[in-house]
């Protein structure tokens, strides 16, 4: 019978510990089976609060839709058509869909795989010339980029400029 393991923590061993355990003092679980020494509750605090931050960034994994959505209307400008920009990004057309409605309609957050997916899709050439009615689409889309803009005080209107949202053909 193979007893290594027990010497280091003979005497400390509350009776939670299981009998073949192999934790070691230092290491989260050694705190978890109830050992007081300050190594392992220190251990055991620095997992929980790794355990909270991978919970914070898993609320911040659903983002705001407007700069995708602002993305999906350009590539539409350009000549894509939403399956074009589904295929494109590999998400779901019903997603980009999403996405192409006016900001009122949009939902409210999506998560972050699909937000970048979408901007990473490249701009087709711009000698495409606009469809019907997606210059309206443009405008909506301009419009709730500037009112998520002021509550954030920052201006990605102006920063994206003329560039990204000028329905003119030049
Ligand atoms: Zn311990």
Do not use: F, W
Request: charged share 25%.
């Amino acid at each position: 019978m193979v007893t290594a393991g027990q010497d280091q923590t003979a005497g400390t061993r509350p009776s939670r510990r299981p009998t073949r355990s192999r934790v070691r003092h230092g290491q989260a679980s050694c705190a978890d089976y109830g050992c007081l020494r300050a190594g392992c509750r220190q251990a055991a605090l620095r997992a929980r609060r790794r355990r909270d931050s991978d919970r914070a960034q898993g609320l911040a994994a659903r983002v705001d839709p407007t700069p995708a959505a602002l993305r999906a209307a350009v590539l539409v400008r350009r000549g894509m058509s939403a399956q074009d920009i589904a295929d494109a990004s590999k998400i779901a057309v019903t997603s980009v869909r999403r996405l192409l409605r006016p900001p009122g309609r949009r939902p409210v957050r999506i998560a972050r795989s699909t937000a970048e997916a979408v901007l990473g899709v490249p701009l087709p050439r711009r000698d495409q010339p606009p469809g019907p009615g997606r210059g309206q689409l443009v405008l909506q889309v301009r419009l709730g980029e500037a009112v998520v803009a002021r509550a954030a005080h920052v201006a990605p209107v102006d920063r994206l400029g003329d560039q990204a949202l000028c329905t003119s053909g030049h």
